[in-house]
């Protein structure tokens, strides 16, 4: 930064860019965001999880907001001599295809600040993720079979796993009959945890087995009995 007269409006200033000759007002007239990159985004139309090299559950808002800012972040591109020094968006979750970015940045000839409000597009692709394209089609992975014609063991069972999994796509289906309860599980993890608390707490036998499903893939029945 200099003093000297603008190359552009001819005017005496005492911050004169080095590079480029010009005053502060001639520097901002110019875009300073040479370009933007669409802000790209896969997100599960059932569970609203995202895409970032796996799957990921959304536990808040935020939590998306600041893995699109991320994105954001790495899709600006600024003129020579602007350098980003807070950014922040607020997204329309509405249609989730937009939102109103707000970029704070450093002009370092000119030793100044610079604040930017500018409308971005966000392109979304939605996808099934694999836990709810499991639900979809009634794929899983386990099965717990309770065998009881203890009537009171067997509601206890379906309430339980209703009201813990009533949120989820954990759970694809349940079959109730005379002598115990089916209930189909898309994750093995989630069932055998599931069956062991259940049966610690009931002192129920457990045995597990296993057939072959589509290629290759093994399927669980866990017995509790």
């Known amino acids: 930064m200099m003093e000297g007269t603008c190359i552009l409006c001819g ?105 930017i409000t500018k409308d971005i597009d966000i392109q979304v692709k939605k996808k099934l993720c694999n836990s709810c394209l499991k639900y979809k089609i009634e794929d899983y992975d386990a099965i717990i079979q309770l065998r009881s014609r203890n009537h009171n063991l067997v509601r206890e069972f379906d309430l339980e796993t209703e009201s813990k999994y009533q949120n989820t796509n954990i759970i694809v289906k349940k079959e109730i009959y005379n002598y115990g309860i089916d209930v189909y599980f898309i994750n093995l993890s989630e069932a055998r945890r599931f069956a062991k608390n259940f049966g610690k707490r009931y002192n129920l036998k457990i045995k597990e087995s296993f057939s072959l499903k589509k290629g290759a893939k093994k399927r669980y029945t866990i017995l509790l009995s």
């Open 11 to 115: 005017k005496f200033s005492n911050k004169i860019s080095f590079s480029k000759g010009l005053c502060l007002d001639c520097f901002l007239h110019e875009n300073l965001i040479e370009k933007i990159k669409k802000v790209k985004l896969t997100i599960c139309p059932s569970c609203f999880s995202y895409w970032d090299n796996g799957w990921k559950k959304v536990k808040s808002s935020k939590e998306l907001v600041n893995f699109i800012l991320k994105r954001l972040e790495r899709s600006i591109y600024l003129k020579e001599g602007v350098e980003i020094d807070e950014l922040d968006i607020k997204v329309d979750f509405d249609n989730m295809k937009s939102g109103i970015m707000f970029l704070k940045v450093f002009l370092t000839e000119f030793d100044e600040f610079y604040e």
